[in-house]
């Protein structure tokens, strides 16, 4: 049995005035019961369902189910189905199975291959998603998008499901349909029991029970059938304007007043919500008095048999790393599913050596006459000058693929986020699930430039651990601070502006500070990624004869390989913390 008792709620509002979002909210549902909570927008249900989650601490009152207090310790994430608002959250290129199969594996539903396969077998079927298991995400109609994210939710066979606005933008049959397969989702396991917090009133008799919210305030809870009689309206659909009638507060008084007499009539409490006697009003009283008068319904009804109390053991969870190995492995199918995607990289990893080599072809000839040991100032110089200046484009052009990777990668999935934290998925787990697509993809990307620039010039100077390591290490740094960027970012557009203005930042101030006094660069270096990488390339040079023109071209300081090493491992570090920020941050 779930009992929620005297839940209360304050958000901060738009005054000075905190706004109080549930007042005083009791009622409770037996297992294998189907629930309505519904109430006009903004009444509370989402508050109230993000409360019986865990997901939000209510300011005062108590949530058990059975022994267990809901307030002090959360259901586990296996013990929740979450079906959030929202249809944003499935994986658009995965197929209805696969998305299925990719839940449980990340929520440990079944320890073999064929646990999960009759997992998401019994899954399909309970949906009815098994004939078109196979379709792409991408193809489903709304209808069908509903059931599959209700299967999600089921994977690892919840005891309590709770959907948010389910039915919303559906046509009057789907919602039908939908009511009637909650109910039996809530008889597939009998201690299961499902609450939809939804404003829409048209099928309120597929419920067991309807509790009405308004203004936070609970004003009634028993059958739907008692609903137009308690309000005294004709029909379900006029519910709400009665409900506007009155203020809130005494659509609550009213109800406590009469909340004992109703449930004794519906048998209510003791685990039997199906028995209505009719209600009248008593015009002597001003707010509303409801006369209880037993019907004949039939015994049958009356002895219902109260829901089994059956618990079956809860699944655990996976460990951090194997859900992290599953993500990797999730968004490499991915990548090869998302033509855009690939593209862009595969055109990336070829042009972007080209356009680098295109600064080089040009003076070719000069890096030519150094290695044959000319000393003649008009070739030392320009040599040095496009030395340094390759090294510079070679670490923006890494930072500008690392830009590609990192800035969109959290921001554009997080419902997708949200929904599978919610299920269990551990945010380090997602954080390292990123880096490690992310990272191999950098240091391809930068190894190949590096190769493909020494195959041109015939070895570009400098030695080989600075040369592969520091454009590789300021790729790392620049993708671990974007996806921190994507990780804080309201949506992805943002963040791949943020990202690409810090990129901007990095080249006019690089670019500036090779003429600007040392001092300056001393105050500023700390912040520019490129600079790390780019003064740790030319410091390594010290003993060739390119580096004296380029110290004496330029008037900045460079970092010592080592240093710029250590230096773009506290940038990808900071990168690193700031997403796990954000990982942690709730929407
Ligand atoms: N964290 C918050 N900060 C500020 N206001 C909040 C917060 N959470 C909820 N509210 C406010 O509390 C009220 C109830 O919100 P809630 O989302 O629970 O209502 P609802 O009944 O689910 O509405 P809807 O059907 O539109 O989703 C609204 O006025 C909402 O703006």
């Given at each position: 049995?779930?009992?929620?008792?005297?839940?209360?709620?304050?958000?901060?509002?738009?005054?000075?005035?905190?706004?109080?979002?549930?007042?005083?909210?009791?009622?409770?549902?037996?297992?294998?019961?189907?629930?309505?909570?519904?109430?006009?927008?903004?009444?509370?249900?989402?508050?109230?369902?993000?409360?019986?989650?865990?997901?939000?601490?209510?300011?005062?009152?108590?949530?058990?189910?059975?022994?267990?207090?809901?307030?002090?310790?959360?259901?586990?994430?296996?013990?929740?189905?979450?079906?959030?608002?929202?249809?944003?959250?499935?994986?658009?290129?995965?197929?209805?199975?696969?998305?299925?199969?990719?839940?449980?594996?990340?929520?440990?539903?079944?320890r073999t291959r064929d646990e999960v396969i009759s997992r998401v077998s019994h899954v399909l079927v309970t949906v009815g998603l098994e004939n078109i298991a196979t379709e792409r995400t991408s193809a489903l109609a709304l209808p069908q998008r509903r059931r599959l994210k209700l299967g999600l939710a089921l994977v690892a066979d919840p005891v309590i499901v709770l959907c948010?606005?389910?039915?919303?933008?559906?046509?009057?049959?789907?919602?039908?349909?939908?009511?009637?397969?909650?109910?039996?989702?809530?008889?597939?396991?009998?201690?299961?029991?499902?609450?939809?917090?939804?404003?829409?009133?048209?099928?309120?008799?597929?419920?067991d029970t309807v509790v009405v919210l308004h203004e936070g305030y609970v004003a009634f809870h028993g059958p739907a059938r008692a609903v137009p009689h308690?309000?005294?309206?004709?029909?379900?659909?006029?519910?709400?304007?009665?409900?506007?009638?009155?203020?809130?507060?005494?659509?609550?008084?009213?109800?406590?007043?009469?909340?004992?007499?109703?449930?004794?009539?519906?048998?209510?409490?003791?685990?039997?919500?199906?028995?209505?006697?009719?209600?009248?009003?008593?015009?002597g009283d001003e707010d509303r008095t409801i006369i209880m008068k037993q019907k004949g319904d039939s015994d049958e009804e009356e002895t219902k048999k109260p829901a089994e109390t059956e618990t079956r053991p809860i699944i655990p969870l996976p460990g951090i790393f194997s859900q992290a190995q599953h993500l990797v492995k999730r968004r490499w199918s991915l990548l090869r599913r998302t033509p855009r995607e690939w593209i862009t990289h595969a055109s990336l990893l070829v042009g972007a050596p080209g356009v680098a080599a295109l600064l080089l072809l040009p003076n070719l000839k000069l890096l030519k006459d150094m290695r044959g040991g000319s000393t003649a100032p008009d070739v030392v110089w320009p040599a040095a000058n496009t030395v340094s200046?390759?090294?510079?484009?070679?670490?923006?052009?890494?930072?500008?693929?690392?830009?590609?990777?990192?800035?969109?990668?959290?921001?554009?999935?997080?419902?997708?986020?949200?929904?599978?934290?919610?299920?269990?998925?551990?945010?380090?787990?997602?954080?390292?699930?990123?880096?490690?697509?992310?990272?191999?993809?950098?240091l391809v990307q930068s190894v190949w430039m590096e190769m493909f620039l020494d195959i041109v010039s015939d070895g570009l100077p400098g030695t080989g651990p600075a040369k592969l390591l520091l454009p590789a290490l300021s790729g790392a740094a620049f993708a671990a601070i974007c996806l921190g960027i994507s990780a804080n970012s309201g949506s992805k557009e943002r963040a791949h502006s943020i990202s690409l203005t810090l990129l901007c930042a990095n080249v006019l101030l690089c670019g500036a500070l090779l003429g600007f006094p040392r001092i300056m660069g001393h105050v500023v270096h700390p912040f520019i990624t490129a600079h790390y990488g780019w003064s740790g390339i030319i410091d390594s040079l010290e003993k060739t004869a390119y580096f004296d023109p380029i110290d004496k071209m330029v008037k900045t300081w460079f970092a010592t390989p080592d240093l710029a090493m250590t230096m773009l491992g506290v940038h990808f570090l900071i990168g690193v913390v700031l997403t796990f920020v954000g990982l942690q941050r709730r929407a």
């Amino acid at each position: 049995m779930l009992e929620i008792n005297n839940l209360s709620h304050v958000v901060p509002g738009k005054g000075k005035e905190p706004l109080r979002v549930l007042e005083q909210v009791s009622f409770s549902a037996p297992g294998g019961h189907v629930l309505a909570v519904i109430g006009p927008s903004g009444s509370g249900k989402t508050t109230l369902l993000r409360i019986l989650a865990g997901l939000t601490e209510p300011e005062a009152g108590t949530v058990t189910l059975g022994k267990r207090d809901l307030i002090k310790q959360p259901l586990y994430a296996n013990q929740l189905g979450w079906v959030p608002a929202g249809d944003d959250n499935l994986i658009e290129h995965l197929t209805v199975r696969e998305n299925l199969t990719s839940a449980a594996m990340l929520r440990g539903a079944g320890r073999t291959r064929d646990e999960v396969i009759s997992r998401v077998s019994h899954v399909l079927v309970t949906v009815g998603l098994e004939n078109i298991a196979t379709e792409r995400t991408s193809a489903l109609a709304l209808p069908q998008r509903r059931r599959l994210k209700l299967g999600l939710a089921l994977v690892a066979d919840p005891v309590i499901v709770l959907c948010d606005d389910f039915t919303v933008g559906l046509d009057v049959r789907s919602e039908r349909e939908f009511e009637a397969l909650l109910k039996l989702v809530a008889s597939d396991r009998p201690d299961r029991i499902v609450i939809h917090a939804t404003d829409a009133l048209a099928n309120l008799g597929a419920y067991d029970t309807v509790v009405v919210l308004h203004e936070g305030y609970v004003a009634f809870h028993g059958p739907a059938r008692a609903v137009p009689h308690y309000f005294t309206v004709p029909t379900y659909d006029e519910v709400y304007a009665r409900l506007a009638k009155r203020p809130a507060q005494r659509w609550g008084d009213s109800w406590m007043k009469h909340r004992d007499a109703y449930y004794a009539a519906f048998k209510l409490g003791g685990g039997v919500a199906d028995k209505l006697s009719a209600a009248e009003e008593d015009p002597g009283d001003e707010d509303r008095t409801i006369i209880m008068k037993q019907k004949g319904d039939s015994d049958e009804e009356e002895t219902k048999k109260p829901a089994e109390t059956e618990t079956r053991p809860i699944i655990p969870l996976p460990g951090i790393f194997s859900q992290a190995q599953h993500l990797v492995k999730r968004r490499w199918s991915l990548l090869r599913r998302t033509p855009r995607e690939w593209i862009t990289h595969a055109s990336l990893l070829v042009g972007a050596p080209g356009v680098a080599a295109l600064l080089l072809l040009p003076n070719l000839k000069l890096l030519k006459d150094m290695r044959g040991g000319s000393t003649a100032p008009d070739v030392v110089w320009p040599a040095a000058n496009t030395v340094s200046m390759i090294v510079l484009i070679q670490i923006l052009l890494v930072m500008f693929m690392a830009l590609r990777l990192g800035a969109r990668e959290i921001a554009e999935r997080r419902a997708l986020y949200e929904r599978e934290r919610i299920g269990g998925v551990s945010p380090t787990a997602w954080l390292l699930g990123s880096l490690l697509f992310m990272l191999p993809i950098i240091l391809v990307q930068s190894v190949w430039m590096e190769m493909f620039l020494d195959i041109v010039s015939d070895g570009l100077p400098g030695t080989g651990p600075a040369k592969l390591l520091l454009p590789a290490l300021s790729g790392a740094a620049f993708a671990a601070i974007c996806l921190g960027i994507s990780a804080n970012s309201g949506s992805k557009e943002r963040a791949h502006s943020i990202s690409l203005t810090l990129l901007c930042a990095n080249v006019l101030l690089c670019g500036a500070l090779l003429g600007f006094p040392r001092i300056m660069g001393h105050v500023v270096h700390p912040f520019i990624t490129a600079h790390y990488g780019w003064s740790g390339i030319i410091d390594s040079l010290e003993k060739t004869a390119y580096f004296d023109p380029i110290d004496k071209m330029v008037k900045t300081w460079f970092a010592t390989p080592d240093l710029a090493m250590t230096m773009l491992g506290v940038h990808f570090l900071i990168g690193v913390v700031l997403t796990f920020v954000g990982l942690q941050r709730r929407a």
